[in-house]
């Protein structure tokens, strides 16, 4: 392949790559990797080299992505828990979480529904809401979960270990 070839490979890469991380889209991380490795088979005449590249850049975009998405989900709960953590019984307020990217945002409403008390730490159960843009355009109420958040050593954290619903799906 020409110099100008593998420029032109290299940007693509780059800019797919690029698209990855910003989409969170679970088939760009397998465009990337065939790119990647179609560019870097043709540039080093081996079909081998090429399936081994496309292999791995798809495993480190695959494995960034979920990083990524745990990392947001965690936010997420903290920022419900802590909320919780200073309401009363019956007490009812808005929640959101902003990230530094503009994707994946979360917002609602939480209410606690009750306070416990366990050998091991205090503990509040909650429902909380979370705003869907399609489900207000349908004129439809926004999904409810039920989640309980226990005071420990360090505040107040999430104490659900797996939310049974698929809006949590892979970010657990």
């Known amino acids: 392949m020409s110099r100008a070839g593998l420029a032109v490979a290299a940007r693509l890469s780059a800019a797919l790559g690029c698209a990855a991380v910003l989409s969170a889209c679970s088939s760009v991380a397998g465009i990337t990797g065939a790119v990647a ?3 870097s088979g043709s540039a080093s ?3 081998a080299v090429g399936v081994a590249v496309g292999i791995g850049v798809q495993a480190g975009i695959d494995a960034s992505l979920k990083f990524v998405l745990r990392r947001w989900s965690q936010q997420e709960q903290a920022r419900i828990a802590d909320q919780v953590g200073g309401m009363a019984v019956g007490q009812r ?6 990230h530094a990217v503009p994707y994946g945002d979360g917002q ?3 209410q ?3 306070a416990f008390a366990t050998p091991l730490a ?3 159960e909650a429902v909380f809401s979370v705003d869907d843009a399609a489900a207000q355009a349908a004129g439809a109420a926004p999904p409810r979960f039920v989640t309980t958040v226990c005071r420990g050593d360090h505040g107040w954290k999430w104490a659900a270990a797996e939310p049974a619903v698929a809006r949590w799906g892979a970010l657990q």
Do not use: L, M, T
């Open 37 to 39: 490795g179609v560019a």
């Open 45 to 47: 005449a081996s079909p």
């Open 93 to 98: 307020g808005p929640w959101e979480v902003r």
């Open 108 to 110: 609602g409403e939480v």
């Open 112 to 114: 606690v529904v009750r």
């Open 122 to 124: 205090d503990c509040k």
